[in-house]
């Protein structure tokens, strides 16, 4: 079993950064890749960036060029950052971590809100 813990959403104006940090404990040796998504109100889950265990990266069109996704193997540990962000970044983001045959696991999630 893998937990997953996020951590650095908030409230942030339009054009600004933040970072989001999710720190996964557990039988982590499980897990395949992580990655984040997202939901806002009234919409489906989306996949917003995923990385390999080799570090392999891949983006939704729609945050190419401002999102970085990385890792600290050491710490366990995932980022997201967010940069550019526009009014239709709002949403809660959840972590997740893909563990192949077992699953998925996911954080609590961490809402983002981008407003004026």
């Known amino acids: 079993q893998v937990q997953l813990v996020e951590s650095g959403g908030g409230l942030v104006q339009p054009g600004g950064s933040l970072r989001l940090s999710c720190a996964a404990s557990?039988?982590?040796?499980?897990?395949?890749?992580m990655g984040w998504y997202r939901q806002a109100p009234g919409k489906q889950r989306e996949l917003v960036a995923v990385?390999?265990?080799?570090?392999?990266?891949k983006y939704a069109d729609s945050v190419q060029g401002r999102f970085t996704i990385s890792r600290d193997n050491a710490a366990n540990t995932v980022y997201l950052q967010m940069d550019s962000l526009k009014f239709e970044d709002t949403a809660v983001y959840y972590c997740?971590?893909?563990?192949?045959?077992?699953?998925?696991?996911w954080g609590q999630g961490t809402q983002v809100t981008v407003s004026s």
């Open positions: 990385i390999t265990n080799g570090g392999s990266t």
């Open positions: 557990g039988n982590i040796f499980s897990i395949f890749s």
């Open positions: 997740n971590a893909f563990l192949g045959p077992r699953g998925d696991s």
